[in-house]
């Protein structure tokens, strides 16, 4: 059966710090992986996804930016936090090929920024 | 703005009422999905409609896209705490990344 780690659980960090979230996936191959932020009242933001090894695309600019160094492992960075940055983070991922395929969630990633 | 609006933003509820969630767009998907989340962890696909005038039923929970694909209803008959949680409509025009309503909140309470 296919799982989706995502860690840390919880993090909190001053502004102008680094950051860095980490998110596997276990059970497939080639997946979709995307990174979603999801703030009160405004549902989930598309950030970054990725069809493949080292490829990325970005939805918004902004102050974060996303990698792939393997098939199933996808990381959500920044070299210098912002208080907007604060927010729960959600890795998922999807079969590829599947269009109209289930979005498969890790657990978040709850970050505040002081 | 958003492409998705849903509404009502929160809705508490006795235990056996029914309720009826909406998602709305002036935008034609060429699919839809709810999704139900608890506190504290990621969101779960409840159903997935791709058809105009679908209906899906999932145990107390029936589903509808509209006839125009820009529309969506959750329907639950005999609310019970456990439903409780955000619901969220996600859409998908054509070959794009499904785009997420900002959700309704639902407490059912005992």
């Known amino acids: 059966s296919q799982t989706i780690h995502q860690w840390p659980a919880t993090l909190v960090q001053p502004v102008g710090s680094p950051l860095s979230l980490e998110c596997t996936v276990e059970g497939t191959s080639n997946p979709n992986l995307y990174w979603y932020r999801q703030a009160a009242g405004r549902g989930l933001q598309l950030l970054f996804y990725s069809v493949g090894i080292g490829q990325i695309s970005s939805e918004v600019p902004q102050n974060l930016s996303a990698s792939r160094p393997q098939d199933r492992q996808f990381i959500l960075s920044s070299k210098k936090l912002l208080l907007s940055d604060s927010g729960f983070y959600l890795c998922?991922?999807?079969?590829?090929?599947?269009?109209?395929?289930?979005?498969?969630f890790g657990e978040g990633s709850r970050l505040t920024v002081l | 703005t958003q492409l998705l609006e849903q509404s009502p933003q929160f809705l508490s509820i006795q235990e056996g009422e029914n309720l009826t969630v909406y998602c709305n767009s002036s935008s034609v998907f060429s699919s839809l999905q709810w999704y139900r989340q608890e506190p504290g962890e990621g969101p779960v696909l409840l159903v997935t409609v791709v058809t105009g005038g679908e209906v899906k039923k999932l145990k107390r929970l029936t589903f509808q896209f509209g006839d125009a694909r820009k529309d969506s209803s959750l329907h639950i008959t005999a609310a019970q705490p456990g439903d409780t949680g955000l619901y969220l409509c996600a859409g998908r025009r054509g070959g794009q990344n499904f785009v997420f309503g900002p959700g309704t909140r639902l407490s059912v309470l005992p």
């Open positions: 998922a991922w999807r079969r590829t090929g599947r269009n109209t395929g289930e979005l498969f």
